[in-house]
């Protein structure tokens, strides 16, 4: 089992910029493919990105695809979200996501872990 807590979150003006973390405790964290999701009021869960176990790879929503960037430090146990060019329908509470495997995952119901979640709010 692994725990995942994030942190970064905050209020932010559109164009500007913030970095998530998300700390994760407990079994080898190199063994997880990572993922970011967000939810806004009244939406479902949304993908926005996720990293391969290495680090190698990344992949992203259309949404953010450009402005976002998801990495991870192994010796660390963390992996980051850096927002950048940020607009007001960024806002979102933004949850980071742990699953055992050797590919990429997009869907919620992949993931076998899930932090508390932190708010990114994008004021216009």
């Known amino acids: 089992q692994v725990q995942l807590v994030e942190s970064g979150g905050g209020l932010v003006q559109a164009g500007g910029s913030l970095r998530l973390s998300c700390a994760a405790s407990?079994?080898?964290?190199?063994?997880?493919?990572m993922g970011w999701f967000r939810q806004a009021p009244g939406k479902e869960r949304e993908f926005v990105g996720t990293?391969?176990?290495?680090?190698?790879?990344?992949y992203y929503a259309d949404s953010v695809k450009g402005r976002f960037t998801i990495s991870r430090d192994n010796a660390k146990n963390t992996v980051y979200l850096q927002m950048n060019s940020l607009k007001s329908e960024d806002t979102a509470v933004y949850y980071c996501?742990?699953?055992?495997?050797?590919?990429?995952?997009?869907?919620?119901?992949?993931?076998?872990?899930w932090g508390q979640g932190t708010q990114v709010t994008v004021s216009s």
């Open positions: 407990g079994r080898t964290f190199s063994n997880y493919v």
């Open positions: 996501a742990a699953k055992i495997g050797t590919s990429a995952y997009y869907s919620p119901g992949q993931y076998d872990y």
């Open positions: 990293i391969t176990r290495s680090g190698t790879s990344t």
